[in-house]
């Protein structure tokens, strides 16, 4: 598959390429820059407006194979000459980094950047005063430049991206540590995690709620009135939140979710993409057994295509709360085994037709808790 290049990589590349063309004079086409990977990325120049005192060009976003929402975007940057260089002289050059429109800007703590400060993160900030300043020490220019990045369609995008529930708003971020985009990143969204965590822990919170996916989100809204701000969505990686989450010194974690997700924790299970394994009729029907139900009824939920067929087939045999609160205990139990009892975990189980399954003995106090 196919590799891309970050927004920080495009924003480093641009800034480049007007820096040289404020100072030379002369139009710029193409740029190379070396990416904190080691990879030489080799830009073409858009977008170009040359101005007396400031040059303003882009770089189009190209993410690879990866499904990246900004691929296609315009990445601008414009250089200017800041007022106080044509005052006065200076010993060698520097660099002002900061957004523009399209850029969003840091409105809550536990980020990379501080409250105030344009999402733009450290890695990038460092390749573009690199890249420019490589630019100005070859033209021995010895002054001040301001650098400002933006993307037109940065508003617009940042609602398909995680930063308005992390506090960034206006815009989307300029990211990437490496410079390099690998298709379909599961590090990136683990990184997501991580930082949606951070900022949980940085607020003050002693409790993290967790949820597979938006479905959970909005139950815990509708069942419980939770803040979807407040709640961390995990995707599949349950096992690596669970260690994050250690990791970061919360006291506990609740997690809630669909009996269609969480039915694979129950056997163990802590990453729960089908690609990795699909186990869930297996495991519900030995549960099934467990608490009581035939071979005849196993065999059964077995063969039905999902959980929420299983769970009518096991309420018309009287046995959904029996099994329900067997499968919840398993939950617990793997999830305490990753844990290493390290911190007080709690599980809600629901599903569409029936509401709660099940829930964890503490998990209405650890969610009052987090209420308050």
């Known amino acids: 598959m196919r590799k891309g290049f970050t927004t920080g990589s495009c924003s480093a590349a641009a800034a480049k390429a007007a820096a040289y063309m404020l100072l030379t004079g002369q139009e710029k086409l193409n740029i190379e820059i070396e990416t904190p990977a080691g990879v030489m990325f ?10 007396e005192r400031q040059v303003t060009c882009a770089v189009i976003k190209d993410g690879g194979d990866d499904p990246d929402v900004t691929t296609g975007a315009h990445v601008t940057a414009t250089v200017s000459i800041a007022e106080d260089t044509l005052e006065q002289s200076f010993n060698e050059p520097s660099v002002f980094i900061d957004g523009g429109v399209g850029v969003g800007r840091v409105t809550l703590p536990g980020l990379d950047q501080p409250v105030g400060n344009a999402a733009i ?5 460092e390749m573009i005063e690199k890249e420019v300043m490589e630019v100005c020490k070859l033209l021995d220019f010895n002054g001040k430049l301001n650098v400002v ?13 995680f930063n308005p529930r992390l506090g960034i708003t206006d815009g989307i971020s300029i990211l990437g540590t490496t ?6 990143s599961n590090k990136a969204i ?3 995690i991580n930082v949606e965590l951070s900022q949980k822990k940085a607020l003050g919170f002693k409790y993290a709620a967790v949820t597979p996916g938006n479905y959970g989100l909005k139950f815990m809204k509708d069942t419980f009135d939770y803040d979807l701000e407040a709640s961390v969505k995990c995707s ?9 989450v250690i990791e970061l010194g919360f006291e506990g974690m609740i997690i809630t979710g669909h009996i269609g997700k969480l039915i694979k924790v ?3 299970i802590m990453n729960t993409h089908s690609h990795e394994a699909d186990a869930r009729m297996e495991i519900l029907a030995s549960q099934v057994v467990r608490a009581g139900g035939d071979t005849d009824l196993a065999r059964k939920v077995l063969d039905c295509l999902n959980t929420e067929e299983a769970l009518n087939l096991i309420k018309e045999a009287h046995l959904l709360k029996q099994t329900m609160d067997i499968v919840l205990e ?11 009892s390290k911190i007080k975990i709690e599980c809600i189980l629901y599903s569409n037709e029936f509401g709660i399954l099940a829930q964890s003995h503490g998990a209405l106090n650890m969610l009052k808790c987090l209420h308050e």
Not at 152 to 161: D, I, R, Y
Not at 179 to 184: F, L, Y
């Open 179 to 184: 410079g390099i985009v690998e298709p379909m």
């Open 149 to 161: 990045i933006s993307v037109p369609e940065g508003v617009e995008l940042a609602s398909k991206t």
């Open 236 to 244: 599949n990686f349950i096992g690596e939140t669970v260690d994050r």
């Open 190 to 192: 683990i990184d997501t």
């Open 42 to 51: 080799a830009a073409k120049i858009v977008d170009i407006i040359r101005e």
């Open 266 to 268: 129950a056997g163990g």
């Open 330 to 340: 398993k939950i617990v139990f793997y999830l305490n085994f990753r844990a290493g």
């Open 121 to 125: 993160n450290s890695v990038p900030r």
